[in-house]
């Protein structure tokens, strides 16, 4: 006796696998369909794809700047001060004083 339909997986007029087993339609290939699932949706003109976007990219934004603050900081500071320091020396350098104090060794 042949098992019908329905004892092998489903399905009605529809060809069988190799093993004489329902395939399922078209993206469930291997199984019966499946029951009691409910997805929702909303459509796309109802959405609003940008609420809250102002908002989270101040907050995400100084989270961020605030966990690598310490490694940028020190680097730039530094260099700040090195800058400084060799603009302020530049200018005494060629100042008249600078000049009297220097004028005859090379630097």
């Known amino acids: 006796m042949r098992p019908t339909q329905i004892m ?3 399905g009605g007029d529809v060809p ?3 093993f004489n087993k329902y395939l399922g339609g ?3 290939l291997g199984g019966m369909k ?3 699932i409910v997805t929702y949706g909303i459509s796309p003109n109802r959405q609003n794809p940008f609420a809250g976007a102002a908002h989270d990219a101040v907050f995400n934004t100084a989270r961020r700047v605030g ?3 310490l490694y940028i900081a020190p680097p ?3 260099a700040y001060l090195l800058m400084d320091w060799a603009t302020h020396r530049n200018e005494y350098l ?3 004083a600078g000049r009297a104090e220097f004028g005859d060794s090379e630097e």
């Open 8 to 10: 092998m997986g489903g």
């Open 16 to 18: 069988l696998g190799k």
């Open 26 to 28: 078209w993206g469930a």
């Open 34 to 36: 499946q029951k009691r």
């Open 67 to 69: 966990s690598q603050i």
């Open 76 to 78: 730039f500071i530094g």
């Open 94 to 96: 060629n100042s008249k």
